[in-house]
């Protein structure tokens, strides 16, 4: 059976095939000490019991997810309790230069190679559903997790946000037609857009914690429109201050602060428009789970974590999803979780100019480790004495790097690891 953890996301494998209890962690502490349990998984924390229990009564438990474009933020809930919370930070970014960096070299080399060949740019079709590797990236992560957590607690349920805000539906529920555009609540997915944008503060002071307005960046009264590209937000005395100047004159004494609005306004929706590639990709995979899959909209989320009186994050934000009568959290410290690949099956790697630079080995195992574990070096001697724990960074010969939280240390001989973590692909904090 498994025993499940609210603070350190403790769980346990089944040693037969029954749902486990919630315990506390001082329980699980106590099991671990009194030789009754074993640790199973470090990451997320799980620990085995040596004998079954049929008698203990089970609880089931919900798996609730809020997909972002580069965090997904994770929670479970018993309950009204939030006994577990995740946050998985994707590698889109790395994939798509990945890429980019690829697919220069290769033009590069067929310019070179075979400049009088015909270019064929369209001879690959692509089929139904197709995803950018850098978007497939986020859904095959998300489902990665959602099934280890399906494998080391009772999941019987899940819940995704995968629609926008709606909060007019949710004040009146016969709304329709027109009113939808020009109703109590008109511009305000407008306007929660610019305060995730401008980090919800004012664009020209900087102040938060008070009533935002929404600014023209160019004047209507000059030619400015009302495109998103062309708002910002301002505290009310920086709105009126401004009036129908042109912000060049207006901040012409800051113009560092002028270019980093005029950047800033000029930022793209690659994140939204990730989000929204994904978010139904995401909910026919959940389905094909088998568990009953519920979805809730972007303003109930908000509107429950405002009602809670919660901080903002993106695993409570996953604890928030759907609709909740009130709701305990147990644990104030995520379990932070960043994907980092396994690696690339690459021979000989390129410097900038496309030349190669050198050759790795086909071995990966080295001393009886791999890169991407992570292991606890504790050193004896010499000038890299003390504890270390990290990734390690394997070589042939037993000299190891370690990337911990502080630092990289290096020269760090095998004889001192211990492994604690097999690589999977993530990196955890």
Known sequence: ?????????????????????????????????????????????????????????VQDLELKL??????????IKQGNNIIFGAQLQHRGQQIKDALLSRRQLRRGRRNRKTRYRQARFLNRTRPDGWLAPSLQHRVLATM?????????????????????????????????GVEYQQGELKGYEVREYLLEKWNRRCAYCSVENVPLEVEHIQPKSKGGSSRVSNLTIACHGCNQGKGHQ????????????????????????KDAAAVNSTRWVVFNHLKETGLPVTTGTGGQTKFNRTRLELSKSHWLDAACVGRIDGLEVLTSKPLLILAKGHGTRQMCGTDK???????????????????????????TAGKK???????????????????????RVSGISHKYCKPIHKKDGYSYG
């Open 1 to 57: 059976m498994r025993v499940w953890d609210p603070r350190a996301g403790t769980g346990a494998r089944p040693l037969q095939r029954m749902k486990p209890p919630w315990v506390h962690p001082g329980t699980a502490r106590h099991l671990l000490n009194s030789r009754e349990a074993a640790v199973f998984r470090r990451f997320p924390f799980t620990i085995i019991l040596k004998a079954a229990r049929p008698q203990t009564p």
């Open 66 to 75: 809020d997909p972002g474009s580069k965090v997904t933020g994770i929670a």
């Open 144 to 176: 990665t997790w959602v099934r280890k957590f399906i494998r080391l607690a009772p999941i019987t349920c899940l819940a995704q946000e995968l629609v926008r805000f709606d909060l007019q539906l949710m004040q009146n529920p016969e709304i329709s």
């Open 246 to 269: 042109d912000i060049r004159d207006f901040l012409s004494g800051k113009p560092d602060l002028l270019n980093r609005i005029l950047k800033q306004a000029k930022s793209s929706l």
């Open 353 to 379: 100019h496309g030349f190669p630079t050198r050759h790795r080995s086909r071995t990966q195992i080295h001393k009886g480790f791999q890169t991407g574990d992570i292991v606890k070096a504790t050193v």
């Open 385 to 407: 004495i003390g504890s270390h724990v990290g990734r390690v960074l394997c070589r042939a010969s037993g000299s190891f790097d370690i990337a911990t939280t502080a630092a």
